[in-house]
């Protein structure tokens, strides 16, 4: 008799245990929730500067931060981004063909769309009629003018916002022709995911693949979250009757059927996605982008519901699992290429906030 209460109490200790965590979950969902997780992670960030305000990592930071502004509304973002923009006085990076340069100058044009202030967009303006004047130098393993994966995040949305901005289809253009060559260079059809590099690559002539200790292709996580963020900020920008749309769209279904396979019980994706066993924990920054890219899916009808939208409410929960009590998002990959670098609770990257802030501004939009 008393082994039986004793399993009763149990069971009884167990249910109230799923009962509880069942309602903390959905707390993270509210939209009150979302915002004020949101605020907090930025204010945190915008105390703890790191790198160039012009840098990529900020360029991904920034896109987040503009769309915690359109998210919340609030004045004091708005604030924060201008003075960024005139700390760089409105200017992308120095290297002129360099996408991660360009980053940051999507958050400049979103912001010119609100304010209408020419001074956000005109820098760019004059970088890229230099660009597109001036031959790129290649090299072995850069062959290619966007010729690592996460450029793809970097470049393509930044021409095309400048392009629809400007009612200029040439941006629109050269986005596209420097966009299918990365994808002819690193896309694996087989895999449905973006080698890092031609480092990254098998079968390539001259090149020895480098291999996951399980044996398998190297297929890094952020930089393939890094595509899907690009392809949905590319596909959201091009118009309707825009004749390569369609290649975006399919580019980007194929990823997220491919992506939901390889997420993790915990709702995380790890930094390596073929041998997650080799990389325990879960990572962060591309944790983040595949939950924004998913749910904006979900939100504009491309992706079904049904299949995709408990993935985004997995990754959401173990995504606001990652967020240390001062509000920092923890388990993010330092700068690298590729899955090896070591990160703990405490690795924290601008990048990894911007991809959270991404990510709640569409979970929030889930119905």
Not at 114 to 131: A, L, N
Not at 225 to 239: A, D, H, K, Y
Request: hydrophobic share 40%; proline share 5%; with cysteine.
């Amino acid at each position: 008799m008393n082994k039986l209460i004793s399993i009763f109490l149990v069971l009884i200790i167990l249910s109230g245990s799923a009962f509880a965590q069942k309602a903390e979950n959905k707390k993270l969902f509210k939209d009150s929730y979302i915002k004020k997780t949101m605020t907090k992670a930025l204010d945190w960030q915008l105390k703890n500067p790191k790198h160039a305000l012009y840098d990529w990592t900020n360029g991904a930071f920034y896109a987040g931060v503009f769309a915690a502004y359109e998210t919340t509304g609030s004045k004091k973002i708005w604030n924060a981004m201008y003075e960024m923009g005139e700390a760089n006085q409105w200017k992308p990076g120095p290297r002129l063909h360099h996408a991660d340069d360009h980053a940051i100058c999507q958050t400049y044009i979103d912001m010119y769309r609100v304010s209408g202030e020419r001074k956000m967009i005109q820098p760019f303006i004059e970088t890229m009629d230099k660009f597109m004047v001036t031959p790129y130098e290649t090299g072995e393993i850069r062959p290619i003018t966007w010729w690592w994966c996460d450029a793809l995040f970097m470049g393509p949305a930044a021409f095309i916002k400048l392009g629809i901005t400007l009612k200029d289809n040439k941006y629109l253009e050269l986005n596209d022709k420097l966009f299918k060559e990365c994808y002819n260079l690193l896309y694996d059809k087989e895999e449905q995911l973006y080698a890092r590099d031609m480092k990254y690559k098998w079968n390539e002539p001259g090149i020895t693949p480098m291999k996951e200790a399980n044996g398998k292709k190297i297929f890094w996580s952020r930089g393939n979250g890094w595509v899907m963020g690009g392809l949905v900020r590319t596909i959201s920008e091009l118009p309707k009757d825009w004749p390569t749309r369609g290649f975006y769209i399919q580019n980007y279904k194929e990823m997220a059927e491919k992506i939901i396979t390889l997420q993790q019980a915990d709702g995380l994706w790890r930094s390596s996605l073929l041998d997650p066993g080799s990389y325990p924990g879960g990572e962060a920054s591309g944790t983040g982008f595949y939950t924004y890219a998913l749910a904006w899916g979900i939100n504009n009808g491309i992706l079904d519901k049904s299949t995709y939208l408990p993935v985004v409410e997995k990754a959401w929960v173990g995504l606001n699992g990652l967020i240390q009590p001062d509000g920092y998002m923890g388990w993010t990959q330092p700068i690298g290429a590729d899955p090896k670098k070591n990160f703990t609770a405490e690795s924290w990257e601008v990048y990894g906030t911007g991809a959270f802030l991404l990510a709640g501004s569409e979970v929030i939009k889930l119905e």
